[in-house]
T-cell receptor
Framework: EAQVTQNPRYLITVTGKKLTVTCSQN?????MSWYRQDPGLGLRQIYY???????DKGDVPEGYKVSRKEKRNFPLILESPSPNQTSLYFC?????????????FGPGTRLTVT | AQSVTQLDSQVPVFEEAPVELRCNYS??????LFWYVQYPNQGLQLLLK??????LVKGINGFEAEFNKSQTSFHLRKPSVHISDTAEYFC?????????????FGGGTRVLVKP
């Protein structure tokens, strides 16, 4: 089954404690992205990757890091989380085929930083 | 840059009644348009998309949307809703060549279907 998986689904942590949210896709997609969802703001892109070792900032990158060492994986790293990073996070992937454009989303990770 | 405005943050509707969710966008270039649905505690699922061609687009679960270029709108409609349509709906845009097929989302519309 074609899917995007994220782990963990729920995470409660304290300010300053480094954490990593994993994302994996099995569709051999070139493009992967991280979004955060906040009430009334919809989803906003944090970082994206065009392919292995190619990443770039999205609209709200402050406080986040990413890496793309393998095509299927795109972890999101919060090196020193703060309460304003409490949010619902989604990983998404998309193929490079022309006229595709559809993004496939993971189930989400709800992060609470106290 | 693109922006998306969903004019209603919440829409209550009775079962079997029609519903329309409004979406307006702003862009200096041609756009591709999407509607996604998020059921409680789930990820986003694509309802329908407009890339080119007919401006009336039919999607899954009986939803349809109409692209109106002059009004820069992409409103979503369903003639008769079910309880199971209770969810949050997001309108999104992308542009040709957008890095990573980036989507710009509206703020979402919560639909609550009442029996």
């Amino acid at each position: 089954e074609a899917q995007v998986t994220q782990n963990p689904r729920y995470l409660i942590t304290v300010t300053g404690k480094k954490l990593t949210v994993t994302c994996s896709q099995n569709m051999n997609h070139e493009y992967m992205s991280w979004y955060r969802q906040d009430p009334g703001l919809g989803l906003r892109q944090i970082y994206y990757s065009m392919n292995v070792e190619v990443t770039d900032k999205g609209d709200v990158p402050e406080g986040y890091k990413v890496s793309r060492k393998e095509k299927r994986n795109f972890p999101l790293i919060l090196e020193s989380p703060s309460p304003n990073q409490t949010s619902l996070y989604f990983c998404a992937s998309s193929g490079q085929r022309e006229f595709s454009y559809e993004q496939y989303f993971g189930p989400g990770t709800r992060l609470t930083v106290t | 840059a693109q922006s998306v405005t969903q004019l209603d943050s919440q829409v209550p509707v009775f079962e079997e009644a029609p519903v329309e969710l409004r979406c307006n966008y702003s862009s200096s270039v041609s756009v591709y348009l999407f509607w996604y649905v998020q059921y409680p505690n789930q990820g986003l699922q694509l309802l329908l998309k407009y890339l080119s061609g007919s401006t009336l687009v039919k999607g899954i679960n009986g939803f349809e949307a109409e692209f109106n270029k002059s009004q820069t709108s992409f409103h979503l409609r369903k003639p008769s809703v079910h309880i199971s349509d209770t969810a949050e709906y997001f309108c999104a845009v992308s542009v040709y060549g957008a890095a990573g097929n980036k989507l710009t989302f509206g703020g979402g519309t919560r639909v609550l279907v009442k029996p």
